[in-house]
């Protein structure tokens, strides 16, 4: 049932929540159907049974239930195959867990116990270079309360309001969750608006994005929400509910003869930073530059070949990028292979973070300022069909690893239309501050 609700749900929403009445079906994954996955559960039974040390992405199941793991590991126990039995394992990046995916190795642990006879008690969580035992017992309870709720949510007894988060954004359920929250006008479509300040105004009877934008404020005293976000939440509330983009402050951008949009593609497994993604615009025309690392060995000349590139320019550029991964990249990437703090600084100085200035100065009505949600907004597409945060991610993953270089050329198209992406944004700006010059 929870994979249902998890998994299928997204395609069946139409028949669990009354208030949605329509959604496009065309990312939806496609899904083993019942039969298979029941015949992926016999087998992997059969392999239980010949006693095999690990078992990977198998499917496993109980009367109710059935899940997808990582891995199973054989440990030493009674069950119904005599001296020994599997506990979920996960792989992750470190120990700091999540409740939901806490929730998710208790789930699978029920599973296994029901499947195989016995107490499976705990799951396991490996990293790189530690393996953490999770004991699952204090979290029945919790899990019973959930499956519960979902069981009432199928046969609604339950309508749920969901909180739409930054979490949504890897969640299947995340359209749905939106287009519910949009029916509903739940604060929680505002951006800067979490669980935590949404009970907060809650307490002051403002239960929708429309009493928020209405509301007035002036005497209100909140705990954990400053003045100052209060009124930035009702901005983003009225923009919201009149479809109008705010300018907060005017902006200057510096002028350069040379305008570079970078994006940098670093990969979290291997440790490494393999691309650096660079637009140029200069004397009226534009041309994307990628300077590319193909192995951990080749990122120092891949940095200082981009460094070359820019000593060309001197100081007469202007880097734009989003959020503050950049400079980051730059501080990592100099410190790393003991490059002269001189060449940062001059990087850092004539940069200027896209981002910032969206949160500082201007208001649009969207629930998030990641790069897509704002050139989606403006009217930009990306070409790559997977475009998700994890695309870049899953496309190195295919050409550093298994030589695709296919999947190669469209990492580079997925980067250059980022950096496109970053380059309408600032024209975006320069129009909305002055429909006339703009470009
Ligand atoms: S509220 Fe967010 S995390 Fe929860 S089910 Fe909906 S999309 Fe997923």
């Known amino acids: 049932m929870l994979l249902y609700l998890s998994k299928y749900g997204p395609q069946k929403e139409k028949r669990i ?8 079906t065309k990312h939806l994954h496609n899904l083993p159907v019942e039969q298979i996955i029941h015949k992926n559960i016999r087998q992997t039974f059969s392999k239980m049974q010949t006693g095999i040390s690990v078992l990977n992405h198998s499917w496993i199941g109980s009367d109710n239930y059935v899940a997808k793991t990582e891995q199973l590991v054989k440990v030493s ?68 309360q959930d499956l519960l709720l979902i069981s009432n949510i199928v046969n609604k007894i339950t309508i ?30 505002i951006s800067g608006i979490g669980k935590r300040i949404k009970s907060e105004l809650k307490k002051l009877n403002i239960n929708s994005v429309s009493e928020l934008a209405s509301a007035n404020l002036e005497n209100a005293n909140l705990e954990f929400t400053s003045k100052k ?25 510096p002028e350069k003869t040379t305008e570079l949009y970078v994006d940098i593609e670093g990969s979290p497994y291997q440790d490494f930073v393999w691309m650096i993604g660079c637009l140029v615009k200069e004397k009226g025309s534009v041309e994307h530059k990628n300077f590319l690392a193909k192995s951990p060995k080749e990122e120092q000349s891949m940095f200082e070949s981009f460094l070359e590139f820019l000593r060309e320019y ?24 003991a490059i002269p703090f001189s060449s940062l600084k001059t990087i ?13 100065k201007t208001i649009l009505p969207i629930s998030s300022y990641t790069l897509k949600e704002v050139a989606n907004y403006i009217g930009f597409q990306w070409d790559e069909p997977l475009s998700d945060g994890a695309t870049s991610i899953v496309l190195f993953d295919k050409w ?33 501050q002055n429909p006339i010059k703009g470009e």
């Open 160 to 189: 749920p309001t969901p909180n739409y988060t930054r979490d949504c954004k890897i969640c299947e359920w995340k359209q749905y969750c939106k287009n519910l929250a949009k029916v509903t006008g739940d604060l929680t479509l």
């Open 400 to 432: 550093y690893n298994y030589g695709d270089q296919k999947a190669l050329r469209r990492a580079i198209l997925y980067n250059s239309d980022d950096c496109k992406a970053l380059m309408i944004i600032k024209n975006f700006i320069i129009k909305l």
């Open 348 to 360: 850092l100085d004539n940069s200027l973070d896209l981002f910032k200035i969206f949160k500082e």
């Open 229 to 253: 976000h209060l009124e930035y939440i009702q901005l983003q509330a009225r923009s919201f509910v009149n479809d109008e983009n705010i300018i907060r402050e005017s902006i200057q951008f």
């Open 77 to 144: 126990k009674e069950s119904i195959f005599d001296s020994f039995a599997y506990v979920p394992l996960f792989y992750r990046k470190n120990l700091r867990l999540k409740k939901y995916f806490v929730m998710e190795g208790v789930f699978l642990t029920l599973i296994c116990s029901e499947m195989q006879g016995t107490e499976i008690d705990y799951f396991l969580v490996k990293t790189k270079d530690e393996q953490l035992q999770i004991d699952v017992e204090d979290k029945l309870d919790v899990l019973e």
């Open 17 to 24: 929540h009354p208030l949605i009445q329509s959604r496009s």
């Open 314 to 337: 001197d100081t007469n550029y202007i880097l734009y990028h989003w959020s503050q991964a950049e400079p980051q990249y730059f501080r990592n990437l100099t410190k790393k292979h």
